[in-house]
């Protein structure tokens, strides 16, 4: 069984400044993925940023990148130059090639931007 | 862009009534899934499709859901008596086969949110 745990139930940060959300995942399996979906108020999930297991290299995606410790099973979301409409929910998640891509979340953690 | 659709987006029953929600995955989609999110807790799986037949299923997808693809391009979920606790938002998904190194991410439709009264 897969676990995902969020332990932020909430962060707020200022307008352009940095904030990092914390996730840590268990899994028996050696290859999976990870993700981050970011839902806002409108509550569709969108999919923010992924990462595969076995690149050690963490991904990054314009203002998102993502600090991939497999060792210790954490990926934390790293969001630089914050914006206003990066007000969400936060979940992470993790699927695993042998489940069908099945996602197991987290609690999430709502962000909150001050302008 | 190519997106997941999901119609309602609310829907209103009784308790007891049968509700089927309905959602078009992405065309070229080969998995199809539902989760559920009960207001103000975490997203839950409820059930995966693949080659028109459940692939793997929750412990919450007990005999009262099914999940049927009638046409090729829905893709349905019902629940055949609902309790109050079956209010939640639902959300459809869809994605490729995830035996492909890069494309095992699930496109989420909008949801659709069910209350039971």
């Known amino acids: 069984a897969q676990t995902v745990t969020q332990s932020q139930p909430e962060m707020s940060v200022q307008e352009a400044e940095t904030v990092t959300l914390s996730c840590t995942y268990d899994t028996s399996e050696s290859d999976y993925y990870l993700f ?7 509550r569709q999930m969108i999919l923010v940023i992924r990462q595969e297991a076995y690149k050690q290299q963490n991904a990054t995606e314009n203002r998102f990148s993502v600090n991939f410790q497999k060792a210790a099973k954490s990926f934390s979301l790293k969001i630089s130059d914050s914006q206003l409409g990066d007000a969400a929910m936060y979940f992470c998640a ?4 042998t489940s069908g891509s099945r996602l197991t979340f987290g609690e999430g953690t709502q962000l909150t931007v001050n302008p | 862009e190519p997106e997941v659709t999901q119609t309602p987006s609310h829907q209103v029953t009784q308790m007891g009534q049968e509700v089927i929600l309905r959602c078009v995955p992405i065309s070229n989609h080969l998995y199809f899934y539902w989760y559920r ?9 409820l059930v995966s ?8 299923k929750s412990e919450i997808f007990d005999d009262q859901f099914s999940v049927e ?5 829905n893709f ?4 055949r008596s609902t309790k109050l606790e079956d209010s939640a938002m639902y959300f459809c ?23 039971v009264v």
């Open chain 1, 36 to 42: 981050w979906y970011k839902q806002p108020p409108s």
């Open chain 1, 94 to 97: 993790v699927s695993q090639e």
């Open chain 2, 37 to 45: 999110q009960i207001l103000g807790q975490k997203v839950e799986f």
């Open chain 2, 49 to 56: 499709f693949y080659n028109n037949e459940i692939s793997e």
């Open chain 2, 69 to 73: 693809r009638p046409d090729g391009s």
């Open chain 2, 76 to 79: 349905t979920l019902k629940i």
């Open chain 2, 93 to 115: 998904a869809s994605s490729v086969a995830p035996h492909t190194p890069t494309n095992t991410e699930a496109f989420f439709g909008q949801g659709t949110r069910l209350t």
